[in-house]
């Protein structure tokens, strides 16, 4: 059975009631009760810390036995060259997801300090970003491969 870890960062607690029109009306628990149902042949662990350090933490905790971690830093996509480092130093595969298109929203929006550490990056599909990503990690070998 393939362990997936999500990891999401700041504010992404209040999806549902933060900015529905960027965001969506859904909470990211009820998203994670349909993922759950629709992929049982995977453990789906869920994380979510509006603290830097934490979701470093998690990385290094989960990131030599998990098959892979889904990561939305939310803003700290922009800024944190901790978080790159932290997943440049795991082996499990990261890929970097985002709900909203950054690109099409502020120009500061448009640089990802942990892109370049990601396996892949999918973003601008909503909730269904994270299936999607879901859906790669499936494609990899397991850790114990």
Do not use: W
């Not at 978080?83 to 099409?104: C, F, G, Q, R, Y």
């Amino acid at each position: 059975m393939k362990k997936i870890q999500i990891i999401n960062g700041p504010n992404l607690n209040l999806l549902g009631k933060r900015e529905p029109t960027v965001y969506g009306n859904a909470s990211f628990e009820g998203y994670l009760d349909e993922l759950r149902a629709r992929y049982p042949q995977c453990e789906i662990a869920y994380f979510q810390s509006n603290i830097e350090g934490e979701m470093i933490d998690k990385i290094h905790e989960t990131g030599f036995e998990y098959d892979g971690i889904i990561m939305n830093a939310g803003a700290y996509t922009h800024t944190s060259i901790a978080l790159h480092d932290a997943i440049k130093a795991v082996t499990t595969p990261v890929i970097e997801v985002h709900i909203s298109n950054v690109h099409a929203r502020e120009s500061f929006r448009h640089v990802s300090m942990i892109s370049a550490a990601c396996k892949g990056v999918i973003l601008g599909f909503g909730l269904d970003s994270y299936r999607l990503a879901l859906e790669a990690l499936m494609q990899q070998p397991t850790a114990n491969d």
